[in-house]
């Protein structure tokens, strides 16, 4: 069990460094997401809708991916753990994040006003008066969040998984993966569909985002910096981003800023191209960390 386990998680980084993601139209997290959509609408008790949306459907789709691993795996070790290969490469996201922040990076050189559209892909927040520092701020902050969100939660959960069977898991990744596309997509104030599934993203994310934290200093090559970070973890509203943005904002010196929300490491000044860059390589080099540990791990 272990060499499978540890040769899908090399194939699934293979995939993600090769091809990034599946086409949208056959993309499993983009199906699931269609059908998340169908609930984003007014309801009469939308709490209760959403408390149902948020434990219904994330075990729905890992049963469904889980129970399909275990049948093939019993008969058929290789295939079994392709499927398995093919479910992280569904749920991790590294080149792709890694792609789209070098693209916003170029255009705030480039384009301002291009940039401030393109990076409406990565943050959640008004963009039309965010000065070219302000920008790269967003882009720091997103990769140091989607580290965990998109890449150590999911491995986190299938090393976990996988130490039972080879179908919990794919079923656990599966899980986590449609929990946070939930909250995502429904996770909002101004949605209250959404209160369950944010609730539910927050304690699944709990460890991720801390190890993450652990990972970007040292890919950073400071482990240090995490006593710096901590004055800042808390200053998001969020209990756990503030973890990640926290610790690169100490490995790259910078100031990241969310306007009339927070602000971590004030002292600095907001980021520039050159800062920006190397937390893109700081993020690229923890996230491959990040698959060497859920290597060793899954094997012993």
Known sequence: MGLVAVAAIGVSLVLDLLFEEFPDRVHPVALFGRIVGRFDRPWS?????????????????????????ELVSRHHSALGGSIAALALFATVSLRMLLSVATDVLSKIEMNIERARTAIRGLVGRETADLSAGELRS????????????GLVAPLLAFVLGVQF???????VTVWVKAVNTLDSMLGYRSKPV???????????????ARISAVLIALAGGSPAVLARAWKWRTEPSSPNSGWPMAT?????????????????????????????????????????????????????
């Open 138 to 149: 967003g882009v720091v902050e997103s990769i140091a969040e989607n580290l965990a969100d």
């Open 194 to 208: 959404g209160w369950g599934s944010a609730r539910l993203d927050d304690a699944v994310m709990w460890l991720p």
């Open 45 to 69: 008790h939308p709490r209760l809708v959403g408390i149902i949306v948020a434990l219904g459907l994330p075990l729905g789709a890992a049963v469904l991916g889980g129970v399909l691993t």
């Open 165 to 171: 069977t080879l179908g919990v898991g794919v079923a």
């Open 248 to 300: 690169l904002a100490a490995v790259l010196d910078v100031e990241l800023r969310k306007p009339a929300t927070y602000v971590l490491n004030p002292n600095a000044e907001l980021p520039t191209t050159e800062d920006t860059h190397r937390g893109v390589r700081v993020i690229g080099t923890a996230g491959l960390l990040s698959f060497f540990l859920a290597g060793v791990a899954a094997w012993f």
